[in-house]
């Protein structure tokens, strides 16, 4: 049963665009992520947010900015889109930061032409 | 640099022979726990197993996966496997107060 909800499922948008992606968990988890899945389906950590505090934020273009208003809710901006940036963005939830299962969202799919 | 190897990519196996998948890990920091991951066609990555002791075998919907920290392995196996196993597999380790690093994945694919 889906307790991550990520929105939108899908988008299609130009280079230079900005676009953001939607992300709630209905866990009660303190800890939130953000990965890109590549069109290789390499999954890369973007960002992780513990209780609102961003605790985790990896070599990623400046474009990208992740925003949270609770630590149930976790967003991303990516402010004008690459052709690179086509992926899957995954959001996952934890109970905590460290050794705890994530549960991942079923994703959105961004494609940028 | 700390790293989960995944040496194969795709691996096909004809249904109801054993199947199995390779993960090693390198990591300088202190582990806590091992996971296999699994991603259906379409769908989001949902935990297949996890552990965080060494020597240790767990079990889950057929299969299992032994963490040997004398060879820095977590090798994943089924002894029969099943049509609705074709699947992306990962394998990651988490470490202390680090993000979850996953390997590059094994796409399986059972055939009658």
Same mark, same amino acid.
């Given at each position: ?12 948008? +130009? ?9 709630? +968990? ?10 890109? +899945? ?14 609102? +505090? ?60 | 640099?700390?790293? !989960? ?7 096909? !196996? ?7 998948? #390779? $993960? ?14 699994? =991603?259906?066609? #379409?769908?989001?990555?949902? !935990?297949?197993?996890? *552990?965080?002791?060494? #020597?240790?075998?767990?079990?889950? =919907? ?14 994943? =196996?089924? *002894? ?7 699947? @992306?597999?990962? $394998?990651? @380790? ?15 694919? !059972?055939?009658?």
């Amino acid at each position: 049963e889906t307790a991550v909800f990520q929105t939108p499922n899908y988008h299609v948008t +130009q280079v230079g665009n900005e676009v953001s992606f939607n992300c709630k +968990q209905t866990l009660g988890h303190d800890t939130m992520y953000w990965y890109k +899945q590549d069109s290789k389906k390499l999954l890369k950590i973007m960002f992780s947010y513990n209780n609102k +505090q961003l605790i985790v934020n990896e070599t990623v273009p400046r474009r990208f900015s992740p925003q949270s208003s609770d630590k149930a809710h976790l967003n991303l901006r990516i402010k004008s889109v690459e052709p690179e940036d086509s992926a899957v963005y995954l959001c996952a939830s934890s109970l905590s930061f460290s050794g705890n299962t994530l549960y991942f969202g079923e994703g959105s799919r961004l494609i940028v032409v | 640099g700390d790293s !989960v190897t995944q040496t194969e990519g795709l691996v096909t !196996v004809t249904e109801g022979l054993p199947v199995k998948l #390779n $993960c090693t890990y390198q990591t300088t920091y202190l582990t806590i726990a091992f996971f296999w991951y699994v =991603q259906y066609l #379409n769908e989001a990555p949902q !935990v297949l197993l996890r *552990s965080s002791t060494d #020597n240790k075998r767990t079990e889950h =919907q057929g299969f299992h996966a032994t963490l040997h920290k004398s060879s820095s392995s977590f090798h994943l =196996q089924k *002894s029969s496997a099943q049509l609705s196993d074709s699947a @992306l597999y990962y $394998c990651a @380790l988490n470490q202390g107060g680090r993000a979850l690093i996953f390997g590059t994945g094994t796409t399986v694919s !059972v055939s009658p």
